[in-house]
Structure formats: structure tokens, C-alpha cells
């Protein structure tokens, strides 16, 4: 039987990229992003593709209400959920604290933080009902190392971090696996909201090294999602060659 995994942020990045494996991988999905224009290209590209059924909830993850409506009102062979990834996140600017914007601070602790810790609180009584759930929590180097203009954005998958480990802590021995996948540099639409649309800013964050790709996350999540039942990959932290040791400062290499 396929599994069925929810997973947010798919219209883009490393939620596509691990749409797209799973898809490949006999998952049926439930695809959470905002921009239902882009969801529904994924759905009939994927469902043209593979084996595989796809179900599109458009919604901003931070209206909880909303979202708990749209599972509740699944049909019930959706309701089924084994997979949690827990992917809908970004950075915004990236400023000195002293010039930051108290705004994108909230926008980064309502989205990265307050909104993964909701949709892990209505998933997880559909986990719970199901054998061999797994939730996977998109953390990132900043969850491991702060660096500069990156208080606030590290602040969030530090907290990632701290949560990840509680749920761990209080759900494996209850059949659910908890795992973080810790990027660092992707090349993915991140780069182009942190510069708040600036397209030439953007580029400019994956000019001087090769980074990242999605697919080389997505990866990773199907490493930690097809590990046999008695192991639980508890933390991957991949980065490119050059963020190798993280303290290295990456704002230095991009100038
Ligand atoms: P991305 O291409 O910008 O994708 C972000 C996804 O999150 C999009 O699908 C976006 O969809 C969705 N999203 C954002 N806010 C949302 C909201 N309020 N409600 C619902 N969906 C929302 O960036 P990405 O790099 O793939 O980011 C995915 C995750 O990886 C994030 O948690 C990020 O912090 C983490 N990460 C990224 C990097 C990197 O260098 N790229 C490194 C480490 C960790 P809509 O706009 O359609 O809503």
C-alpha cells in the first residue's frame, strides 16, 4: 500500500524536489503551499509522471484554523497520513539586529516556528492512528551555528531544533520516527524571498560556489524515510564543500 506523506512548502524548492522523489517512490501526497497556481502544475505534472495520487491543500500555514479545517475535511482514505515534512519555511534579509524589521523578525517566527509546531499539533493525531509514522523537520546550519544578520533566522531552527528533539523525546517510544535534515546553502526560490524579490541580490548568494540543490535534500529525507523499522536517523546535517566546517563565514565566500 502506498504511504501518504504531507508535506508543507511543496510548490517550490526542496518541497518539490522531495514531492517529486516520493512520488517516484510509490507515496500518494498531500501538497501544502499558498500559491495554488503552482500546486496544481505539481499535482498533474506528478500524477502524469508516476504511480502516484496527489492532493493539493492551498493554504498559508500560519492560519491555523484554516488548515485544520482542509485536513478535517480530507476524505478519509486521505486522512491516513504516515509522513509529516515539515518544509514551509524562509529567511527575510538578513539585516544587522540594529537595522532588522521587528515585521520580517515576526514573519520568520510565525512561519518557521509557531506555524511548524501548529501543523505538527493537528497531524499528530492522524500519525498516531497509523503504523510507522515519521515526521521530518527541515532545520538547517543555522539550527546548529549563528551567523552574521542571521539571529532571528537561526533564532527559529534553533527552536526547530529544541522542538525536534522534544517530540523525539515523547513520540518514538509511541511508533512515531522524528527526524531533522540540516541543510546549508540550497539554491531554491529562499534566496530570491530573503531578497525580498531583488532578483540580482539573489543571484548573487550562489555565485561564487556551487550549492546545494533540492534533489540533494530530497535525497536525504528518502535516506531517513526508508530506514529499516528499528532505526531512527535522529539528525543529517549536509552542507556544500565549502560550508564544511559551518563556522566558516558563508556571507564571505558569496562576496
Ligand atoms: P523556497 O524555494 O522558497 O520554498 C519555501 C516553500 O515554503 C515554498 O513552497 C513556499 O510556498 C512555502 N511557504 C512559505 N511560507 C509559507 C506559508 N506561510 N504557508 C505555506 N507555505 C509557505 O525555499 P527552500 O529553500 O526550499 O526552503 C524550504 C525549507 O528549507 C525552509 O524551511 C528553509 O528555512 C529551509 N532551508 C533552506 C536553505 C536554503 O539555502 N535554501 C538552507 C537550509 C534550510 P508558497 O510561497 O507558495 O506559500
Request: hydrophobic share 40%; aromatic share 6%; charged share 25%.
Amino acid at each position: 500500500m502506498n504511504r501518504i506523506a504531507l508535506i508543507t512548502g511543496a510548490s517550490s524548492g526542496i518541497g518539490y524536489a522531495t514531492a517529486n522523489l516520493l512520488a517516484q517512490n510509490e507515496y500518494h501526497l498531500i501538497l501544502v503551499a499558498r500559491r495554488k497556481d503552482k500546486l496544481e502544475k505539481i499535482q498533474t505534472e506528478l500524477q502524469n509522471n508516476f504511480q502516484t495520487k496527489v492532493c493539493i491543500l492551498a493554504e498559508d500555514i500560519r492560519n491555523t484554523m484554516d488548515l485544520r479545517s482542509a485536513i478535517e475535511k480530507l476524505p478519509e482514505e486521505w486522512k491516513h497520513i504516515q509522513v509529516l515534512i515539515n518544509n514551509a519555511g524562509l529567511g527575510l534579509a538578513f539585516d544587522s539586529v540594529d537595522e532588522a524589521k521587528l515585521e520580517d523578525w515576526e514573519t520568520m517566527l510565525d512561519t518557521n516556528v509557531k506555524s511548524l509546531i501548529s501543523v505538527t499539533h493537528i497531524l499528530l493525531p492522524y500519525l498516531l492512528k497509523t503504523e510507522d509514522a515519521h515526521i521530518i523537520n527541515i532545520g538547517s546550519t543555522a539550527a546548529k551555528q549563528v551567523k552574521k544578520g542571521s539571529s532571528v533566522y537561526s533564532a527559529t531552527k534553533f527552536a526547530v531544533e529544541a522542538f525536534t528533539k522534544g517530540l523525539r523525546i515523547d513520540l518514538l517510544d509511541k511508533g512515531v520516527k522524528v527526524t531533522q535534515i540540516n541543510p546549508g546553502v540550497v539554491e531554491t526560490e529562499f534566496a530570491l524571498v530573503k531578497a525580498k524579490g531583488n532578483k540580482e541580490l539573489a543571484e548573487k548568494s550562489y555565485s561564487n560556489f556551487t550549492p546545494l540543490y533540492p534533489d540533494d535534500v530530497a535525497d536525504a529525507i528518502l535516506f531517513a524515510l526508508s530506514r529499516p523499522k528499528h532505526v531512527n536517523i535522529n539528525d543529517i546535517l549536509l552542507t556544500t564543500i565549502v560550508e564544511a566546517d559551518i563556522n566558516t563565514r558563508i556571507d564571505k565566500i558569496i562576496e
